[in-house]
């Protein structure tokens, strides 16, 4: 079965960085796309970052671009998320995703933005 795992959450001041993972499992992974959604408290979830399958293309949502950055390791069938420049409206829960006849999400990784 298809099983998603993020990694890498946690509570970082403004300013600050970190880098989140997600391993990807019972797929051929380097033949699909990958993306990142985050989910706010109240808010719908959201796209946040789009990798192609062999990392030629990749999208932003608007208001993250130029400080988030999506990459993947073929190799290791996971996909990175390199958040720089927090604020704090960047808190929510983090999903790794892929759609191969339906969409599967990771568990999700909580990132809390706050002094």
């Known amino acids: 079965q298809i099983l998603l795992v993020e990694s890498g959450g946690g509570l970082v001041q403004p300013g600050g960085s970190l880098r989140l993972s997600c391993v990807a499992s019972?797929?051929?992974?380097?033949?699909?796309?990958m993306l990142w959604y985050r989910q706010a408290p109240g808010k719908e979830r959201e796209l946040v970052a789009s990798i192609a399958s062999n990392g030629s293309n990749t999208t932003y949502l608007n208001s993250v671009k130029g400080r988030f950055f999506i990459s993947r390791d073929n190799t290791k069938n996971a996909v990175y998320l390199q958040m720089n420049s927090l604020k704090p409206e960047d808190t929510a829960v983090y999903y790794c995703?892929?759609?191969?006849?339906?969409?599967?999400w990771g568990q999700g990784t909580q990132v809390t933005v706050s002094s």
């Open positions: 019972g797929f051929t992974f380097s033949s699909y796309s």
């Open positions: 995703s892929m759609f191969r006849v339906r969409r599967y």
